[in-house]
């Protein structure tokens, strides 16, 4: 009986086989992890978790105070129109009077 037929020899095959699998996968977890540490740096975040929630706070306050700034912004050109067309709309009942 040859080695290669030996249920013994097999069972190392299918080892070496399933090994590799778990290497390649190994190598793209490792990939994928250097890579988010790169981006993560890139960011500028902290590795102190509690450092990066209150810059998530910073950000959502000045995101709340833009959207507040942005929303008296509307009114006031809303406004803004509403005496326009008021003042249009006079200045066509005059142009209509004469």
Same mark, same amino acid.
């Given at each position: ?62 995101? /709340? ?24 709309? /006079?200045? /066509?009942?005059?142009? /209509?009077?004469?």
């Amino acid at each position: 009986m040859s080695n290669e037929g030996r249920p013994e020899f097999r069972a190392l095959a299918e080892l070496e086989r399933v090994l590799g699998h778990v290497q390649e996968e190994l190598a793209s977890w490792r990939r994928r992890a250097h890579k988010a540490e790169s981006d993560r740096t890139d960011v500028g975040i902290g590795s102190d978790v509690v450092v990066s929630r209150e810059r998530i706070a910073d950000l959502e306050r000045v995101s /709340q105070d833009r959207g507040n700034r942005l929303d008296l912004a509307r009114d006031r050109v809303d406004g803004l129109l509403s005496r326009l067309k008021f003042l249009e709309e /006079q200045t /066509q009942m005059d142009e /209509q009077n004469r």
